[in-house]
């Protein structure tokens, strides 16, 4: 089949999924394109890269690219003025989230300490563009048909398009690591874990959706759900199975598990059973990865004891942190001038502490983990009231707040503009209690207007004739 027509082919397939999982009845602004087109980029590759025959993985560039920096500011600037509009709302969300307010707060802060201030503070307008386009997404008159519509509108395109790339335009989809030379999957990105994040995020919000279907719907509108999002899921397994990307695909067991508990009807009453279904699923992580001896359970991944490395990664970063503990080097600024070349002598091309708590303290100090730490738990009360009062919301929730704690065991998930940190800012971002006092006329609409209702069960709602 030629390139061609295999796009085309693709593309109407691309069409039928949505087509398959759509909500006639949902309504979203039309502003909900604009964090759309952040997921879509942040998620694939830059701008400026479709410009280029090659991969530029591995390339680092603390000026970045012109043309990157006008669409990031363009997409900024839309999405400033979006919010603009729903002042009234943006300010209840304001007052609502103080610790992810103070967590940014110090990030700009840490920019006046940093080898490059310039640079930082430039950094630190891009990951203010994550906080923008979440709000924007939980600002919605539709909350939860706007979650739904945020991550399966990117994932849909993303996915698929992957696998294209990665058959039919090698250029793109297939690359060289720049240091090592050995061959790698990259699909719509750059390097193959950014693909194992992108697909990770992607399926985890179609496990999701394939919750809803089940529970919500009925006939053939449930089937023509399901099987939409069956083949999403079955482009995900393959693509993080093709790509080697074994810490996304272990975050997909084990945040896919918790989400279908989540989801179960007899959980609803009893919050324990949900508690402690969190807790293991990172205690098994946590286990495999720092406590197993024998290196067994990592080994059945595919892994060695080093963990691919990692752990000369870590011990080297620990040690160079160890000149500025208490506040770090500054936002993103650990990676640059002489650290970066002392790293480079470790490890070729590396550009994270592959470890997202590890990254957070190498950039931000002791007090940065503090104000994380804080982030964590205030986040975790907040998805856990959320799936109280909406078990929907709160499904996805969960899911994306036990990803990003597991998933930043290995890799740097705490870092701006990715695609895991989009998902964590979604999970522990609050939505005012003003916002979910509509009182819904039928049962049906109860879902989309996040009705403060006790352990609402999604069975429940679909008995009831959803």
């Keep these: 089949m030629s390139p061609l027509l295999a796009t085309l082919v693709y593309a109407v397939g691309i069409g039928v999924i949505f ?21 879509l980029i942040n998620g694939s590759r830059p701008v400026s890269a479709w410009f280029q025959t090659g991969t530029p993985a591995g390339e680092v560039s603390a000026d970045g690219s012109p043309m990157d920096a006008a669409v990031y500011g363009a997409v900024i600037a839309a999405g400033v003025v979006v919010l603009c509009t729903r002042a009234r709302r943006v300010l209840d969300f304001v ?10 707060a110090y990030c700009l802060i840490s920019c006046l300490w940093a080898d490059d201030g310039f640079v930082a503070f430039k950094r630190w307008i891009k990951s203010a563009g994550d906080v923008i386009m979440i709000v924007i997404v939980l600002t919605d008159p539709n909350p939860l048909a706007a979650i739904k519509r945020f991550l399966c509108r990117a994932g849909y395109v993303l996915i698929p398009a ?21 061959p790698m999957y990259t699909g719509v990105t750059t390097f193959k874990n950014l693909l194992g994040m992108t697909v990770l995020v992607g399926a985890l919000a179609t496990v999701w959706c394939a919750i809803r279907s089940w529970y919500e719907l009925q006939g053939m509108r449930r089937w023509q759900h399901l099987a939409a999002e069956a083949v999403i899921l079955a482009m995900s397994v393959y693509l993080l199975l093709t790509a080697d990307s074994m810490t996304s695909f272990s975050c997909l067991m084990l945040a896919g598990t918790v989400m279908i508990v989540a989801s179960r009807s007899f959980v609803m009453n009893r919050p324990w059973i949900l508690h402690l279904t969190v807790a293991a699923a990172i205690s098994v992580a946590v286990v495999a990865l720092f406590f197993d001896n024998s290196g067994g359970m990592v080994k059945e991944l595919g892994r060695n004891s080093s963990l691919t490395g990692r752990t000369a990664i870590w011990s080297e970063v620990i040690v160079l942190s160890r000149q500025f503990p208490w506040f770090g080097a500054g936002f993103e600024s650990f990676w640059m001038g002489d650290r970066l070349l002392i790293m480079w002598r470790v490890v070729k091309g590396i550009q994270e502490a592959h470890d997202g708590y590890l990254e957070v303290y190498a950039n931000l100090g002791w007090v940065g983990i503090a104000l994380l730490g804080a982030l964590i738990v205030v986040g975790y009360r907040n998805v856990m009231d959320a799936w109280r009062r909406n078990v929907t919301i709160g499904t996805v929730k969960i899911g994306f707040f036990v990803t990003a704690l597991i998933y930043s065991l290995t890799e740097a998930g705490f870092r701006m503009m990715s695609p895991v940190w989009l998902g964590f800012l979604l999970a522990t971002i609050t939505i005012p209690p003003r916002r979910l006092k509509r009182k819904p006329a039928s049962v049906a609409s109860k879902v989309a207007s996040l009705e403060p209702e006790p352990y609402p069960s999604l069975a429940a709602t679909y008995k009831a004739g959803f």
């Design 19 to 39: 087509y398959f999982d759509r909500d006639e009845k949902d309504r979203t602004s039309g502003s909900l394109w604009v964090p759309v087109v952040w997921l």
């Design 162 to 182: 992957s696998i294209l790339c990665i058959k039919y335009y090698p250029q793109w989809g297939r690359a060289y690591n720049p240091w090592t030379w050995e």
């Design 95 to 104: 007052k609502a989230n103080p610790v992810i307010l103070l967590f940014v």
